[in-house]
């Protein structure tokens, strides 16, 4: 392919996305395909002679997207939401067509750059602390991430490092493999499943702390399990602190836990990847309240904030902890500008050494939507799921199992959990819209959120209709079933 036929083509592919995201409320929402479907309907091995751009076009619609669960879908209630908008999506182009491998400033300067610059915009719009902002001189600074999993990793990985100094300097009678075995994670047992994973990677012991009858932790709850680990002669190193759980979107109490990891000397790391976004709109930026006790923080703008995915900010007050545990220098990587002390090798911040340049998205984004634009979007799908907790506590038959405070609706079926999994079923069997479940306690319990970038309020009645419906045919079937038993 020349540049010349690259010209038409990319034509004909930025008309085919900008259908398919234009009409993708006429797709099914979820594939009706079986493990396995798309071994057969590809030859056995890659072709010895070039095939044509038409050919594999038209294969675009005969064995990929009958493949595709379409997340960007009205009817996508899933997970949480997965951004994206046409700005993103422009700057994704570009930054496919620059190409660079930006590991280090002198590898591509503006990659760099741009980056450091997006995290200040991003961490001026949520009114972090200047400490966290890298501005002209700071010790902070920000970081584009693949994901929320990889922050968590990173900044336990950096805590790792920092305790393992500073208790070998307190006691150099310890060996490194001594001090190791007794170091100990924690989180609430609402956290992400990565925050376990990275516990795992890392080596270290991990415990969940209790969570309350709002599914927060707090202050007590933690301080309880320090106190008897440290008179189990364990060292507490690193917490991690949620906002927005990914089972019901609780915020864990960070002004009582704050002041405990920072009186022990312990890394408190702020996982807000869904909920983070939500920050940049003043009535929720309360939520982000003891934040000035973190070590680190980090939010996926790729989940909320209509930048696509891979997005993920991460900020540390000390960007000297990152670069102390990760650091090394080879000569093929040096540069003569790397002493200056106004350059950042984010090589040094991250797990791989190759990075995508990928601010280029935020600042596409950032620009063309505004603040107040961002903020719309926000609110907008805040209204939308207090919607559709109102219609769900219209019906008797259900129940909301946890406060809706952003774009999320925990509701389940009031009576048992076979019956709400027979819902489930039959919800995500239809393929009229899709839904995930999660426990809460020992609920099994539905959510509901609020994810397309172009969802309506017609799409949540919808919904509410189509699962009321199927409650309604369910409660007959169970009924029926019940007499007979």
Request: net charge negative.
């Amino acid at each position: 392919m020349d540049a010349a036929e690259f010209r038409k083509r990319g034509k004909e592919m930025v008309d085919y996305v900008a259908d398919y995201l234009e009409k993708i409320d006429k797709r099914q929402v979820f594939p009706d395909v079986e493990p396995g479907y798309l071994r057969p309907l590809i030859a056995d091995c890659a072709p010895q002679d070039p095939e044509s751009f038409e050919d594999i076009f038209k294969d675009i619609e005969k064995i990929i997207m009958p493949g595709v669960t379409h997340w960007h879908s009205p009817y996508f209630f899933a997970y949480f939401p997965a951004a994206s908008s046409f700005p993103a999506l422009l700057a994704d182009m570009l930054c496919g067509g620059i190409g660079c491998v930006g590991f280090s400033w002198a590898a591509s300067p503006a990659c760099t750059e741009l980056e450091t610059v997006m995290l200040d915009w991003l961490g001026k719009m949520i009114s972090l602390p200047q400490e966290f902002l890298a501005g002209k001189d700071g010790q902070g600074g920000g970081v584009i991430q693949g994901s929320a999993s990889e922050a968590t990793l990173i900044s336990l990985l950096a805590a790792r490092t920092k305790t393992i100094r500073r208790v070998q300097s307190e006691k150099p009678e310890l060996t490194e493999a001594e001090i190791m075995g007794r170091l100990v994670a924690y989180a609430s047992d609402q956290a992400h499943s990565s925050v376990e994973r990275a516990a795992l990677i890392g080596a270290v012991k991990i415990k969940n702390i209790p969570s309350d009858d709002t599914f927060s932790v707090c202050g007590s709850a933690l301080k309880k399990v320090l106190d008897e680990d440290k008179a189990a002669g364990l060292i507490p190193f690193f917490f991690c602190a949620t906002l927005g759980t990914t089972p019901c979107c609780s915020f864990d109490k960070l002004l009582e836990l704050g002041p405990i990891c920072n009186k022990e000397n312990i890394w408190m790391h702020i996982d807000a990847a869904y909920a983070g976004s939500a920050f940049i709109c003043p009535e929720f930026r309360h939520l982000l309240n003891g934040v000035e006790f973190a070590d680190s923080f980090n939010f996926n703008p790729h989940k909320w904030l209509l930048v696509n995915f891979d997005c993920s900010a991460m900020w540390v007050k000390k960007r000297s902890d990152l670069i102390g545990a990760f650091k090394l220098e080879p000569l093929y990587l040096q540069h003569h500008h790397q002493e200056s002390g106004l350059v950042t090798d984010y090589r040094h911040w991250q797990i791989p050494l190759g990075r995508r340049f990928r601010s280029l998205k935020l600042w596409f984004v950032l620009r063309m939507y505004g603040v107040r634009g961002l903020q719309e979007h926000i609110r907008k799908h805040v209204r939308l799921s207090h919607q559709f907790e109102h219609l769900v506590l219209q019906d008797e038959r259900f129940e909301i199992c946890a406060e809706v405070v952003l774009g999320l609706v925990c509701f389940r079926m009031k009576g048992s959990n076979e019956l709400n999994e027979a819902l489930l079923k039959s919800i995500n069997e239809a393929k009229k819209i899709h839904l995930v479940p999660c426990h809460l306690r020992e609920k099994f319990v539905l959510r509901f959120a609020i994810c397309s970038r172009t969802v309506e309020s017609t799409h949540i009645k919808f919904a509410w209709q189509h699962i009321s419906q199927l409650a309604t045919d369910l409660l007959k079937t169970w009924e029926q079933n019940h007499h007979q038993q």
